[in-house]
């Protein structure tokens, strides 16, 4: 268990619809990432919060949200999804903003049908 | 933005054989990480290796910032190292934050 945890571990949804995807850093982490896996575009940043604010953006769609609440857990909102948005939807934290002892959840296996 | 790339792209070995993994990254970096993801998706961190080698029991890496790249050494492979090993590198992209970018990955599949 690498103490980050993400819910759920697999969603399967059809196309049009909304997901939240969750993440709870390991205790103590500041900073949340996510990142996308998918077959043709491989492992890509998509966003980092720090202590509830964002930080950085990377390859993430207008349709995607993200936000990190009080208890510094996060939330990843995809809306309108579309059949390639199928991917593994990985977060990870770490103590500072920097990327030193990264540590990952084991991943939300995502389906759109 | 920076690209990385790791060769070979598929590997495959009998058990106990040796390897050497590369990757190569065209800019200078923060750091660099390699990871290990198994067979049911898990990314595991294997080194954080900015500079110098260092070395894991049957794993070892070295990282020659200078010459922007990295190996991986795997020495007598077993099966429960197959899966799919990544370098991803560690660049400043503003405000404090710092964003890993990934190699496309060497799919490792040991044999018996």
């Known amino acids: 268990d690498s103490g980050v945890t993400q819910t759920p571990k697999h969603l399967i949804t059809a196309t049009g619809q909304r997901v939240t995807l969750r993440c709870s850093p390991r205790?103590?982490?500041?900073?949340v990432y996510w990142y996308q896996q998918s077959l043709d575009q491989g492992l890509q940043f998509l966003i980092h919060?720090?202590?509830?604010?964002?930080?950085a953006k990377g390859n993430i769609l207008e349709r995607f949200s993200a936000q990190q609440f009080p208890d510094l857990h996060s939330e990843l909102n995809l809306s309108s999804l579309e059949l390639g948005d199928s991917a593994l939807y990985f977060c990870?934290?770490?103590?500072?903003?920097?990327?030193?002892?990264?540590?990952f959840g084991s991943g939300t296996r995502l389906t759109v049908v | 933005g920076i690209q990385v790339e790791q060769s070979p792209p598929d590997l495959i070995l009998q058990e106990g054989a040796n390897s050497t993994l590369r990757c190569n990254f065209s800019?200078?970096?923060?750091?660099l990480q390699w990871f290990h993801q198994n067979p049911w998706g898990q990314l595991i961190n294997l080194f954080y290796i900015p500079s110098g080698t260092k070395q894991n029991g049957r794993l070892s890496a070295t990282t020659v910032a200078t010459e922007r790249y990295s190996l991986l050494y795997i020495s007598s492979s077993q099966t429960t190292d197959s899966g799919v090993y990544f370098c991803?590198?560690?660049?400043?992209?503003?405000?404090?934050?710092?964003?890993?970018?990934f190699g496309k990955g060497t799919k490792l599949s040991v044999i018996p």
């Open positions: 990870a934290s770490s103590v500072g903003r920097a990327a030193y002892g990264y540590t």
């Open positions: 205790s103590g982490d500041l900073s």
């Open positions: 919060y720090y202590n509830g604010e964002e930080r």
């Open positions: 800019d200078s970096v923060n750091n």
């Open positions: 991803a590198v560690e660049t400043y992209s503003g405000a404090g934050s710092y964003q890993l970018t």
